[in-house]
């Protein structure tokens, strides 16, 4: 063999050498695998991600990793891939060894032999589990700020109607609708904290539902039964649904009508506390499924935290909401 003819090989031996450290140092997932789905090669964070180790899966048909209602995604790829396709960013599922499902960003290319055929498939498989969740947290983020917005608006306007009726002049409703919308944004900042600040550790559940009412209607600020003293945990996510509660009932119940009348009851049940939320009066409009579906979600969401739960009954010209939460969550006494 020439001096030349060595030296290639020995830069093919340097490169290929070099090629396997990338390979077993990626941070990612790199899977070789043959078109009949046959898995050739399976790297370190292979191991890590799919909890198969190399000696588990080399042999084994990569579907071992694919959930079955992604099957069909196979023998789509398998296609693209015979047709010399590069397949890039495509997001799917996959299933690790202990049946997780993990969300992955795939990278899939050809790999030819020395004639130019299309032999195998190389994989580079990246975790978007994180990415994923941020997405799913981003989306509820502006759903929420949509629904408060057009809240806003709407219990402006109901306040507006609601209050008119009481006064003479346009004066005293201005004057009126300034105290109540100074009273409404702070009893919406009770609702939304910041986390930085300090939480009012132990403020009673009188106390918050007064806060809360105070803008819609003060002359109904009533709590029968078991007052508490609030954990901190408890305050946001109870200050929350109270304030959710208000703002449906200015558009569409009590607090939008003169008879309208409110019953806020609560008792302690073993280790559970129950609040339940009562109004009556001739409803007109009622929200429509789509918002009182979403008020009803965030609601259930906030309280999930505290182990509770969210339950709406809707009847001709009532309207009940009974909230649970674990005793011990809602109180001190943690």
Not at 140 to 162: K, Y
Request: hydrophobic fraction near 40%.
């Amino acid at each position: 063999m020439t001096k030349q003819g060595i030296l290639n090989l020995q830069i093919k031996g340097a490169l290929e050498s070099h090629f396997a450290a990338i390979v077993e140092g990626s941070n990612d997932a790199i899977i070789t695998k043959h078109l009949d789905g046959r898995i050739m090669s399976w790297n370190p964070s292979a191991e890590r991600l799919l909890g198969y180790t190399a000696a588990e899966a080399i042999g084994q048909s990569i579907t071992m990793i694919i959930p079955h209602d992604h099957m069909e995604e196979e023998a789509d790829i398998i296609r693209r891939l015979t047709r010399g396709e590069r397949i890039e960013h495509f997001e799917t599922v996959r299933c690790r060894k202990n049946g997780q499902l993990v969300d992955l960003s795939l990278t899939i290319s050809p790999v030819r032999d020395t004639a130019g055929n299309i032999v195998a498939a190389s994989k580079i498989a990246r975790d978007i589990t994180l990415q994923k969740q941020l997405e799913e947290q981003q989306r509820i983020l502006l759903a929420e700020m949509r629904h408060r917005v057009g809240n806003s608006f709407a219990i402006a306007s109901g306040l507006i109607s609601v209050f008119a009726r009481g006064v003479d002049t346009a004066q005293e409703l201005a004057a009126m609708m300034k105290n109540r919308l100074v009273a409404l944004s702070s009893a919406q900042s009770l609702a939304v904290t910041d986390p930085l600040a300090p939480m009012r550790s132990g403020v009673p559940l009188s106390d918050l539902l007064r806060d809360i009412l105070l803008p819609f209607r003060a002359d109904l600020v009533v709590l029968e039964g078991d007052d508490i003293p609030l954990s901190d945990r408890a305050l946001t996510p109870l200050a929350f649904v109270f304030y959710e509660l208000c703002t449906n009932s200015v558009k569409y119940g009590a607090l939008g009508q003169e008879d309208g009348t409110l019953q806020v009851m609560s008792k302690i049940d073993g280790p559970r506390f129950e609040i339940t939320w009562r109004e009556s009066g001739s409803f007109g409009a009622t929200p429509s499924e789509g918002e009182a579906g979403f008020g009803s979600r965030m609601c259930e969401r906030m309280l999930a935290a505290l182990g509770g739960t969210f339950h709406r009954e809707i009847a001709p010209g009532q309207m009940t909401v009974r909230v649970h939460v674990a005793l011990s969550a809602a109180t001190q006494e943690d």
